[in-house]
């Protein structure tokens, strides 16, 4: 018996609310982060993440009492991600209780600041989140902006230069599967995961348990993260992890 | 008036969750985050946190001239260190080559550089980051109401390595038992995080905040 397979609930806070989106786009409610964060951590939620997707930047710092909130009152590891710029921005989510901070799109613009990052913070608060999507060629490409932006990066040199920086852990999101509940894009999520000595979380695509496992035995994922399946009441996490210990995986439970 | 619980602050990562949970199992406890070397030294207990790289701690402790503060504390009254507050009671460590505090013998080492695998085949990676269990080598009131091999949240690329055997309260496979915690009369010490491990975390913090010290 050794380190369990971990599982991650992601809550994309749009405005102060839990929404819920396909690719991206379309979004549905699904409650308060506050009293969803509560119900994951009775549950047996191994993390918590936050994707801060409000497009308004005015309404960008409402995340932070947020984050306050549930600091203080859940005590698992909490990360915090979306329009994170500039090393003070980490420091804020920080300072609001915020145990790791996932860096996207600046990561990309500047990947210095992954580096600035976690020479000051050090790397285990580093996650660098990739939004993969398959190119016109067939080839794995790094976008931007929610899936909008084209880079030109290859997603597994990317995310190894990543590692190189200082990342401490990598967040990867298909684009292609994301919302679609029809499964991880598993190839990829192998292709990266052997590729690093840093954990990588497998994201995009869950629709049933199996997929969860699929991550794990077929993608080699050290965690998996969905969102949908747990918000609207499908599954609960702990049945999430009894279903991936049928499929011989260690949880925690 | 002295508090109950100061949580030493020299400037080395979130030290929020580390308070907000000692709060949350002793509601009724004064608990202060300070750099303050007289309010560390009349706290009733002192715990010691910290992240990031051994070097940068060390070097933050020197300049805010808490050194011999954590070493009186460490000698006098219940002192949790968590994580590298664990690491740095050692003599030595391998991240960046710095000496610790040399308060406790041993010293602290990587993870292997080249693949490690458990006993699946399976890669494990560094950071050890995650849920592990945690197995219990010898009874201790920091133990009281924590099942042995419960997990606790983890998250290093260094560990310690003990000089004396008998300083080791429990072990951890990753894939080869490693210390996770160290026991010497009023010193209790953790390479996991308990302010992030939950229930068997929070169990863990309210056996520091009534421990007396003793074995």
Not at chain 1, 54 to 75: C, G, K, M, N, Y
Not at chain 1, 138 to 161: I, P, Q, S, Y
């Amino acid at each position: 018996m050794g380190l369990a397979k971990r599982i991650i609930p992601c809550l994309d806070v749009n405005a102060g609310r839990v929404v819920k989106g396909v690719n991206f786009v379309d979004l549905r409610d699904a409650g308060d982060p506050v009293e969803i964060a509560r119900r994951y951590d009775r549950e047996g939620a191994d993390e918590l993440t936050f994707l801060d997707i409000t497009a308004s930047s005015d309404q960008r710092d409402l995340i932070l009492p947020i984050i306050e909130a549930v600091a203080s009152e859940v005590f698992i590891p909490l990360t915090v991600g979306g329009g994170v710029r500039e090393v003070n921005d980490v420091r804020r989510l920080l300072n609001a209780g915020a145990d790791k901070v996932s860096i996207n799109t600046t990561a990309v613009n500047n990947p210095q600041m992954v580096a600035d990052a976690a020479a000051r913070f050090g790397s285990q608060c580093i996650v660098v989140a990739i939004d993969a999507k398959t190119n016109a060629d067939g080839r794995w490409e790094v976008f931007t902006h929610g899936g909008r932006t084209a880079t030109g990066l290859d997603v597994v040199e990317w995310a190894f230069k990543m590692q190189e920086l200082g990342a401490g852990e990598i967040l990867l999101t298909s684009m292609d599967r994301d919302g679609t509940k029809s499964g991880f894009n598993l190839a990829l999520t192998r292709a990266v995961s052997d590729a690093l000595n840093i954990p990588v979380i497998a994201s995009g695509g869950v629709g049933t348990l199996q997929h969860l496992a699929d991550g794990v035995i077929q993608g080699h994922a050290d965690a998996v993260l969905a969102a949908s399946i747990f918000h609207f009441g499908e599954y609960s996490i702990h049945e999430a992890k009894l279903h991936m210990m049928q499929n011989g995986i260690e949880v925690r439970l | 008036m002295a508090v109950d619980i100061a949580v030493i602050d020299y400037g080395m990562g979130n030290l929020r969750s580390v308070s907000k949970a000692l709060e949350h199992v002793a509601p009724a406890a004064s608990v202060a985050v300070t750099a303050d070397p007289e309010v560390i030294l009349t706290a009733g207990r002192v715990v010691f946190p910290g992240v990031g790289a051994m070097g940068d701690c060390m070097a933050e402790l020197d300049q805010r001239g808490l050194i011999d503060v954590v070493k009186q504390a460490a000698a006098s009254k219940p002192f949790l260190g968590i994580c590298l507050g664990m690491q740095m009671l050692f003599e030595h460590s391998e991240e960046g080559d710095v000496a610790g505090l040399g308060i406790l013998p041993g010293r602290v080492l990587r993870f292997p550089a080249e693949a490690m695998f458990d006993n699946r085949n399976e890669r494990l990676k560094v950071p050890h980051m995650g849920w592990n269990e945690v197995h219990q080598a010898v009874p201790h009131p920091m133990w009281n109401g924590i099942t042995d091999g419960a997990r606790f949240y983890f998250v290093h690329s260094y560990y310690v390595e003990a000089g004396n055997p008998e300083l080791v309260s429990a072990f951890t496979l990753y894939p080869f038992p490693f210390t996770c915690a160290v026991a010497h009369n009023n010193i209790f010490a953790v390479q996991f995080h308990p302010e992030k491990s939950q229930a068997a975390g929070l169990t863990l913090l309210g056996n520091f905040v009534t421990w007396e010290g003793n074995v």
